[in-house]
């Protein structure tokens, strides 16, 4: 059998004691902007909706729910006469009067009730495999082609078990080329900070695939030969699932897992296509990490001879927003754990490696990027120690954020005490 590209194999190069990240900043009044601080819920069962999209109308600045729910938007004094848009996956769309957001925010969203008629289920494609086929071909009618410079918020941790290990987060800029070419996309450093407590890592110098850059290369419609091309995707079983909907749209939900007779890691998961469009909405996806050794060599590019090391969990997402009638990459999360185990010790670790990049603002760049080499970062950078930057609850200005979790918080809280007493 040919040998697969596995997904994150080429794409970055970092320590496990040197990247993660989490960002922390406090309610503040600054005249060029309103912080806009709550929770976005199912109005039926009151449950807090994790990945929710909120986008200032007539814009393209916008955030993202964390995983408690919770969002913080920060909204130009030009736009608070404006309105925000909420959206989330099998919910309907709601507007919002900036204006009418004061306190502790609360917004509710109404489950959307999905109904395939006899003619939703006539004009369903028959074919799952050929269905997805057909929306990687469509990229370049259905995708932004033009030369877009986004604004994103990049957050990474790492935890030993329960316990926070490292932090970090940082404000790029992405240099995103147009779908239908096959150039990669570069990412230029704004701003940064991280703190890293190296005890809790035991100095542990494994280096594993991670940074903004494997964040990024979840863009399964500008990467999708890191998952499954036309020449491979016979290595895929496809079928149809439930199908739900998004903004009072059908959204046909594709299941797709490796055939039992392939031997090396692939991805399992559910891919979310636009009914009308044939657009990919969204894509849920783990790997498969049954095969502890062929897993393992994805990640791990090098660790002490003494230690092994596996993957127990790798999961992803990716969410896209459409804007003036194309969609675009906006939002990407990665979850990997892995089990550590010494030579001559008794118990083994446990770490976790989580990040996320949102866009949060975006515009269409008329000429060709300049290559600005002091300032663009590679697959194998390393952010450096900045702990200063979490002491300053003014540290991001006017940059959108993803707000911190509250496990998060707390570990940054710790990190503030700390810097107090030096």
Not at 187 to 206: M, Q
């Amino acid at each position: 059998m040919k040998n697969k590209r596995p997904f994150y194999r080429t794409l970055v190069t970092v320590c496990l004691f040197v990247i993660c990240g989490t960002g922390f900043l406090t309610a503040q009044n600054i005249s060029n902007f309103l912080e806009l601080k709550g929770t976005v819920i199912d109005e039926s069962n009151r449950n807090r909706l994790v990945f929710a999209d909120l986008v200032i109308k007539g814009t393209n600045i916008s955030t993202v729910t964390n995983m408690d729910g919770e969002f913080l938007l920060k909204v130009p004094t030009e736009h608070v006469e404006g309105l925000v848009v909420v959206s989330h996956l099998g919910y309907e769309k709601k507007e919002v009067a900036i204006a009418s957001l004061k306190g502790k925010i609360k917004i509710t969203l109404v489950p959307a009730v999905t109904t395939l008629d006899a003619i939703n289920l006539i004009a369903r494609p028959s074919n799952a495999k050929e269905l997805v086929l057909e929306t990687l071909r469509k990229k370049g009618r259905l995708y932004n082609n033009d030369n877009t410079l986004m604004t994103a918020f990049y957050r990474e941790t790492i935890k030993k078990r329960r316990k926070n290990a490292s932090l970090s987060e940082a404000v790029v800029k992405i240099h995103k080329q147009p779908y239908t070419n096959y150039r990669k996309d570069n990412i230029e450093l704004v701003k940064a900070r991280k703190n890293t407590d190296y005890s809790r890592l035991d100095t542990l110098a494994l280096k594993l695939q991670g940074g903004p850059f494997s964040n990024l290369y979840t863009d399964l419609v500008k990467y999708p030969e890191y998952i499954f091309t036309e020449e491979d995707i016979d290595d895929y079983d496809f079928s149809f699932g439930e199908s739900t909907n998004i903004n009072k749209k059908l959204v046909y939900v594709v299941n797709f897992k490796q055939n039992t007779f392939i031997k090396d890691p692939l991805y399992f998961g559910k891919l979310y296509i636009d009914a009308q469009t044939l657009a990919l909405t969204n894509a849920v996806y783990s790997l498969n990490v049954e095969n502890k050794e062929l897993s393992s060599q994805m990640f791990v590019r090098k660790k002490p001879r003494r230690v092994d090391v596996h993957p127990t969990k790798a999961t992803y997402r990716v969410n896209y927003r459409i804007q003036n009638g194309k969609w675009h990459y906006a939002y990407s999360n990665i979850l990997l754990s892995f089990k550590v185990n010494w030579k001559g010790k008794l118990f083994n670790s446990v770490y976790t490696l989580n990040s996320e990049m949102a866009v949060t603002d975006w515009e269409i760049h008329e000429s060709k990027f300049a290559k600005l080499k002091n300032q663009m970062l590679r697959p194998t950078t390393i952010l450096t120690d900045q702990a200063s930057g979490f002491s300053d609850p003014e540290f991001w200005g006017e940059y959108n954020i993803i707000e911190p979790e509250k496990s998060i918080e707390n570990a940054i809280a710790k990190i503030k005490k700390q810097l107090k007493k030096t």
